[in-house]
């Protein structure tokens, strides 16, 4: 008798099928214990430090939410302009930043840290 050489495979994608299965139902289990992790770091990573000691971040937050648009050198891309050598004043960048304008939304930095953000991207030349 000669085996069905397809066995294998089905027991396979069931197997796989299963742990998929099996790791969805954890995480959704854990899922506020693994949000904690992921945003305040773990044994002392680099966001828990950052929580811990208070202090803003400019370039990181920077890193985070502005370069998906206006380009890793903050140099504008497409229709999204330059941050760097803006000719906007301090004020006027910290009006963006707390309502939008054109495509950009409002909010993208907490309200406490507007005024730190609208400096560094002053800042930049």
Known sequence: MTKNPIIPYI????????????????????SEE?????????????????????????????????????????EGQGAFPSLVGTELSEEEIAEVLANGKGAMPGGLVPAENIEAMAAWVKSLE
């Not at 742990?19 to 289990?29: A, D, N, R, W």
């Not at 430090?49 to 050198?73: M, N, T, V, W, Y």
């Open 34 to 74: 693994i949000a904690a992790t992921e945003e305040y770091g773990e044994g002392g990573a680099e966001g828990g430090e950052e929580a811990s000691a208070g202090e803003f971040d400019p370039e990181a937050l920077a890193q985070q939410k502005c370069i998906s648009c206006h380009g890793s050198s903050y």
């Open 11 to 30: 027991l396979i994608m069931l197997f796989g099928i299963g742990l998929i299965f099996f790791l969805s139902v954890e995480g959704v289990k854990n």
